[in-house]
């Protein structure tokens, strides 16, 4: 039983008008939900998604690559610093029970192989689509098109996965 | 201005009452102060701290080594899944503004040279000791033997420290 | 200029064995290069392109996510412990200055991900094509069909690009 | 049975000429012995052992913790670009069989709790002494006075530790 879901958000940082659009609906929706809202903490699709969600009185968490408090967009609740990079972007995905990908450039392509690697459920909207060296789509994405859809799918996945994080990493 | 302090509390997982007391002191005191305790979200020191924030109605989050939301300690807040093992001690330091020893072991001990690396101030209660080849006892740990002082010097010391993130990580 | 050039190959842990053929041939061909072999450490692909490079008498390097120097192949001359799960991806990656990709799972893809966003050149041998949201075919992937070509052109790409390494990370 | 013993060399990058004359021939002695020699790939005591152990034949290896490959000191024949910062100080005491402690600073420190947390033998030359908040000095660190002393120190507790790598990191 997950008491409260967490979901991941993520995108590109340099967002087109509609793509952040489409974030900031995705960030009220799961501010609405009562989800917990977690990203990367920077612009673009980050910030927006997170300003959707203050705006519905949700709560925000930024995991920023950097050691810099003041690169963190101003809807971030609780900025995480990992001075890491871009290796947080696992941190990004494994924090969330669950990832919504809005967009997204090469980052957020990384993002999206390591939820499907360590199978946390992913659902997709306007994003990356990828086929495998078989020449076969790779099906486990689960894409939407509208902001309610993926707000809806992404807590439905949550709850049936009940622990994602149940893939052990290769680190015993 | 730092608007939120964010204090992170460090210690070991094997506390003594003792220590585990002061732990769950010093986690009040800083949820009374409207602060937010971050720690490592394991047992012992991290958990007895996140007791006392809890219950005088703070905020906690907890930045757990593993993959396992279920490893986090009933009274974290904010679970964030870093899989990245003790290298997340430097994630643990950087995300407060400021951080209070208390007891520890070894990994306490990374944790504080961290944070005097970083330039983060450090406030120490009954913790590590440590001397310099040159033969000088380091005096950037502020001791103090109460809870009570403990957080009146960390957000004293976040407060004028500001931005404590400015020492520059050399991965440019 | 490049003194010696450092080759990253990457691919699935459990590889047909058409993938692994290739994989071995790869590794051969960057040891008759004279070129310096980094991986992963594991099995699949990163045994098997490990195990041509030291048929050809060839360095390898393998830069693993656990920490148990065991988990290495028997292939490796020098293991890299790093404890951080596949948070290690990027290291993978970075230490290349050039990625070639045979075959390969989600982690790989990751890997993929992380190449193209830090524009490190990747050279790809049957693995994943990848499309962006805006349909356009991502056209930033060398595909090849042999082992000889993918040597060739990723030490092609790796003296062109001189200095792979100039995309800075958001840590500063 | 170890076949090639790795040794980490930690220490400052600020180094007094004192302190670099005695990693100067700490990395000597690791050549002559015919072990490899890891560090951290920046400047003081990290170049100054490396160029001990090429001035003797040896192999080096540096794990960088920024993201320029050109940050390497020229003594390095392996630099692995972590981009992590200073989390990789964890990847330099892992990848060594044992460690030894030049001198140092805050992140040397860091890197001495570390291999002491993980139970990896550690050898100091005039470096950090610590005290345990029990009020005991911390008698894990071996401490001895010439380069000799230290790498016969250090080879002999890498065979008898055998495996260090048993301590088992929280992230499974």
Not at 53 to 66: H, R, V, Y
């Amino acid at each position: 039983m997950i008491n409260k879901v967490f979901i991941s958000v993520i995108g590109e940082s340099h967002a087109s008008p509609e793509i952040a659009k489409l974030a900031e609906e995705v960030g009220a929706e799961i501010g609405k939900a009562g989800a917990v809202l977690v990203c990367g903490g920077l612009k673009g699709v980050m910030e927006n998604a997170a300003k959707g969600a203050k705006s519905a009185g949700g709560t925000t968490i930024g995991i920023l690559p950097g050691s810099k408090r003041e690169d963190s967009n101003p809807y971030i609740d609780y900025p995480i610093i990992t001075g890491i990079g871009y290796a947080r972007n696992k941190l990004v995905v494994k924090t969330g029970h669950v990832v919504i990908a809005v967009g997204g450039s090469h980052g957020t392509l990384s993002e999206i192989a390591f939820a499907l690697g360590y199978k946390i459920p992913v659902v997709g909207l306007r994003t990356w689509q990828i086929i495998h060296h078989s020449g076969i789509v790779d099906h486990n994405i689960n894409y939407v098109t509208t902001a309610k859809e993926a707000v809806e799918a992404a807590i439905k996945l949550a709850k049936a996965a009940g622990k994602p994080e149940e893939v052990k990493e290769y680190h015993s």
